[in-house]
């Protein structure tokens, strides 16, 4: 039976819920209806949407991919699943690398990238007021006209979305000094799971009235509401000289040292990467450089502002006295262009799982030393490079099967619990997603997990969007939680 777009409109206003639709077609075509040429079948478009750069497929294809270009073109796309009970997967650049923007069987993907205005940059405020589909980079050109720039740096800049970037809490190089996005989000737009929109956080630098629901939606990976505008906040561009220090060794536990002293000593570069032998054989074989046989475990350091070569020259101290060979240099881009090579370096050699955990940056030496028993232990290689000023490590699985090995999965296995038992976490910047889902509720435990359980229930009680993302379907079954949840005593 098929209901047209009339009645569907009658019921909303009337807030009665519409006869339930028995087919996938009914559902594609209230939504062609109301959306016109957005509503995309192509097979080509729908096999795009089961995968993004994780490695993750979804079995079965969705149900279309709905190209909205407005909020109120996604409220009507939430209206339409709501009432048909049927879910909604949000998606900007498909650059993520947990799988949580992956469409599945029955599903809606619901694509932001045509959504795309930088609609006001303000230089007295220093915020952009943008559209969720806006690429990272795209943003960060505008905003160098005004003289400013949008501080996250993730590797994907140059084809995420700031509404993904919000969505994973994304980070990059440059967390050490200028934080992750969520330091960068000042006020969002969102749509709830029944279609109402809801304007979270402030236009202002402060504001305490309420509890901060704007920054409960940062990292959220589309599961209490759909981020459609965000007004960001934006630094001045620093006309100072960058400096770059780089440092090399065979010995990983000194180049950690390194990073600890620096630290320790008060130094605060804007980037420090770490680069462990079996990544930088790869990169420098992807190069084509001619030290690929001889590789060294590498650490870059890079200082901005006033007293960037001052403190780069302390850091390079710093490196010496640890034991580094040491290299200095303004404006070397080149080897930082070294590091974000990485990624291209791994895909060169086939399907990569690129995982992300974070340690308090005490214990990085642990975790390396970590990595380093769990390749032995499962036969598998693990290149492994590092934010290193903030402790988060993104060890590198390669394989060349369709889907993940058994031994790759028990080595991440084994790798999460040990970074959780070094004081760390599942993930410092990709997100859950589908990949890490299982592993939640160990490290949150049985009450912290209940909590987010019930608060993902009140933003989204039909549980339509982004379903067998974040939670584990597995953990969830039998669970029955009334709201609101009690917090334990």
Request: proline residues 4%; glycine residues 12%.
């Amino acid at each position: 039976m098929k209901v047209g777009l009339e009645a569907w409109v009658a019921n909303m206003r009337k807030r009665e819920p519409m006869t339930k639709l028995t087919t996938a077609t009914d559902v594609v075509s209230l939504l062609s209806q109301a959306l016109g040429g957005g509503v995309l079948t192509d097979p080509v478009v729908l096999a795009q949407a089961q995968a993004d750069k994780s490695g993750h497929v979804s079995s079965a294809v969705p149900l279309c991919v709905v190209e909205a270009a407005s909020t109120q073109e996604v409220v009507t796309v939430v209206r339409i699943a709501s009432q048909t009970n049927t879910p909604i997967v949000p998606r900007g650049g498909g650059s993520g690398l947990a799988g949580g923007a992956i469409g599945g069987g029955g599903d809606i993907v619901l694509s932001l990238a045509r959504m795309n205005r930088i609609m006001e940059i303000s230089v007295e405020d220093r915020w952009a007021f943008v559209e969720a589909g806006v690429i990272n980079q795209d943003l960060n050109a505008a905003a160098g006209e005004y003289g400013l720039w949008f501080a996250p740096d993730p590797a994907s800049r140059q084809w995420s979305t700031v509404g993904g970037n919000i969505a994973t809490n994304a980070g990059g190089l440059l967390c050490m000094k200028y934080g992750v996005t969520r330091e960068a989000v000042l006020e969002l737009t969102v749509v709830l799971g029944n279609g109402e929109v809801l304007h979270m956080g402030h236009k202002t630098v402060k504001g305490v009235t309420g509890f901060d629901l704007a920054a409960l939606m940062v990292g959220s990976e589309g599961t209490l509401g759909i981020i459609t505008e965000a007004r960001v906040s934006l630094k001045p561009i620093d006309t100072n000289p960058v400096w770059t220090i780089s440092g090399v060794t065979h010995d990983l536990q000194c180049a950690v040292h390194s990073v600890q002293e620096t630290i320790r000593q008060g130094q605060q570069p804007a980037i420090m990467e770490l680069m462990d032998e079996r990544s930088v054989a790869h990169i420098a074989r992807y190069l084509g450089r001619a030290d690929a046989a001889t590789p060294s475990t590498r650490l870059i350091a890079q200082t901005d502002g006033a007293g960037a070569a001052d403190e780069a020259k302390a850091i390079a101290g710093i490196w010496r006295d640890a034991g580094l060979h040491v290299e200095i240099g303004q404006d070397r881009d080149d080897l930082v262009g070294f590091r974000r090579s990485m990624h291209p370096a791994m895909e060169a050699l086939g399907k990569v799982l690129i995982e992300d955990v974070a340690v308090p940056r005490s214990r990085l030496g642990d975790m390396f030393a970590g990595i380093r028993d769990i390749e032995k232990e499962f036969d598998v290689e693990i290149p492994t490079v590092a934010h290193a000023g903030d402790g988060n490590l993104h060890p590198n699985f390669i394989y060349t099967d369709d889907v993940v090995p058994p031994n790759v999965w028990a080595a991440a296995d084994a790798m999460f619990r040990h970074a959780i038992s070094l004081g760390g976490t599942l993930t410092g910047e990709h997100g859950v997603g589908l990949l890490k889902r299982q592993w939640l509720k160990e490290e949150l435990g049985e009450a912290q997990w209940k909590l987010q359980w019930g608060i993902k229930k009140l933003f989204d009680p039909q549980g339509i969007l982004n379903p067998g993302k974040v939670f584990d379907p597995a953990d969830i079954d039998g669970v029955s939680l009334s709201l609101p949840v009690a917090l334990p005593r």
